[in-house]
């Protein structure tokens, strides 16, 4: 197993993990001793994100090129779940309201389903940097949601998505990768950039500043 993208657990078995690919899902029921391949059917494998339904772990997200896959089995069997034909880069469940869910696409924006991946509405008014990685939803209050963009920074939405702005002064890198508001400051939120290191805003994104000791790439972030 290479070029591993993202990984997640399942919240009920600290054993299992997922993780995406650019070769597919894999998954370990043994703590990493073993993977098993999950194949989700696609002539391109290439997945960039994997999700596990918190309130029932048997369901499974997949980010792919051609849109979003669901399996319902533990990743035994795929089948599409929307934003087919789109690149799919990250899915996010908001931690208040396991119902919604967020999706940031390649030039496709932000998509956002309120009924557990069933349906997608786009959210993009005001979004004007549409190749979205990043997405990170405020711990407490659904309606602040962070979406980290490919050439514009991080934008910010305090309305559920119903309009964005752009957030980003004191970024001095625009490609942002990854994003993390803390659980216990919220007003904390880390942004990690592509060949720019890592920034930390204290104030829930009006600024940002410099916050690692180089310029390397950051692709994921993650606290307890």
């Known amino acids: 197993m290479t070029e591993v993208l993202k990984l997640d657990g399942d919240p009920s ?31 391109l494998p290439f997945t960039s994100d994997v999700l596990v339904d918190r309130p029932d772990p048997s369901r499974v997200f997949a980010a792919s090129e051609e849109g979003i896959f669901l399996s319902r089995d533990g990743g035994k069997t795929w089948s599409p779940a929307g934003l ?35 349906t997608w509405t786009q959210k993009n008014s005001g979004l004007k940097h549409l190749t979205v ?63 720019g290191g890592l920034y930390r805003s204290t104030n829930g994104g009006s600024t940002w500043e410099f916050n690692s000791q180089d310029e390397g790439q950051v692709w994921g972030l993650s606290s307890r």
């Open 13 to 43: 078995d600290p054993s299992t993990v997922y993780a995406a690919t650019a070769y597919g899902i894999f998954k370990t029921t043994d703590a990493g001793e073993t993977w098993q391949e999950k194949p989700l059917g696609l002539v």
């Open 84 to 118: 087919e034909g789109k690149g799919v880069r990250v899915i996010v469940q908001d931690p208040t309201r396991p119902e919604f869910f967020w999706a940031g696409t390649e030039e496709d924006g932000v998509f956002l389903s309120s009924d557990r991946g069933t």
């Open 133 to 195: 990685y990043a997405i990170a939803v405020h711990p407490s209050q659904s309606s602040i949601v962070y979406a980290g963009t490919h050439g514009g920074g991080v934008y910010k939405t305090s309305d559920g998505g119903r309009s964005w702005m752009s957030l980003s002064k004191g970024l001095a890198v625009l490609d942002v990768h990854s994003l993390l508001v803390m659980r216990t400051r919220p007003d904390v939120v880390f942004a990690g950039t592509l060949n």
